[in-house]
Nanobody, 124 residues
């Protein structure tokens, strides 16, 4: 079992930056591929970014590529999502998730563990 807790959300203006964190506890964190997903108001949950257990492989949704950066610190059992040049359409609840797969995946169904989410609101 892996417990995940997101933090760092808030209200920002368009063009601002924000860094989300996701702290993990429980089983060995370094063995898990991690991902960020988001759910905008009235929409389905969408993939944002994923990172392999070693951190050397990442993959992004086209909508955030070049603006967001996913990273991890296995010594701190934490992953991050650095979000730059934020847009109003980035407004959503952001969730981190963990999967025992050894490769990054954008398929939410393969993630077994989820945090409760943190709200990011970007005003225009």
């Amino acid at each position: 079992q892996v417990q995940l807790e997101e933090s760092g959300g808030g209200l920002v203006q368009a063009g601002d930056s924000l860094r989300l964190s996701c702290a993990a506890s429980g089983r060995t964190f370094s063995g898990y591929t991690m991902g960020w997903f988001r759910r905008a108001p009235g929409k389905e949950r969408d993939f944002v970014a994923t990172i392999s257990w070693s951190g050397d492989s990442t993959y992004y949704a086209d909508s955030v590529k070049g603006r967001f950066t996913i990273s991890r610190d296995n010594a701190k059992n934490t992953i991050y999502l650095q979000m730059n040049s934020l847009k109003p359409e980035d407004t959503a609840v952001y969730y981190c998730a963990a999967t025992s797969l050894t490769y990054p995946t954008d398929y939410s169904g393969r993630y077994a563990f989820w945090g409760k989410g943190t709200l990011v609101t970007v005003s225009s």
